[in-house]
């Protein structure tokens, strides 16, 4: 049996990417970021959220296991705030970097006025 349902799986991986429109789209790959399903990556129609709403949608991973439903978020949670952190830093660097660059100049004015009137 499960050998059946994972060579359905393949197939329905190797199916046609189109929806089945009356002017058929090529389908867009998202990810999922709800708590049942986080990371898991589907393709859903262009036109999946707006006019006339095309229901095309199918999952392309597996399910996710309970301890991945609590990981991969926890995961997440820390890579964004890793990424804001960092973000911050840069900041922080580039500010330090240009203060440094102002007092050197103030310095080397100041040292030019005093060689210049001693």
Request: hydrophobic residues 35%; proline residues 5%; aromatic residues 10%.
């Amino acid at each position: 049996m499960e050998s059946s349902s994972s060579s359905s799986a393949s197939l329905n991986r190797r199916a046609s990417r189109t929806c089945y429109r009356p002017s058929p789209s090529k389908l867009v790959l998202v990810v999922s970021w709800t708590e049942n399903n986080p990371r898991k990556r589907f393709y859903r129609c262009p036109n999946y959220w707006v006019g006339r709403k095309c229901k095309y949608f199918q999952w392309v991973d597996d399910e996710i296991c309970p301890r991945g439903k609590v990981l991969i978020p926890e995961q997440r949670h820390i890579i964004l705030r890793l990424q804001a952190e960092d973000s911050t830093c840069k900041k922080r660097e580039k500010c330090l970097a240009m203060s440094l660059i102002l007092a050197l100049l103030m310095c080397g004015i100041c040292l030019c006025i005093i060689l210049v009137f001693w």
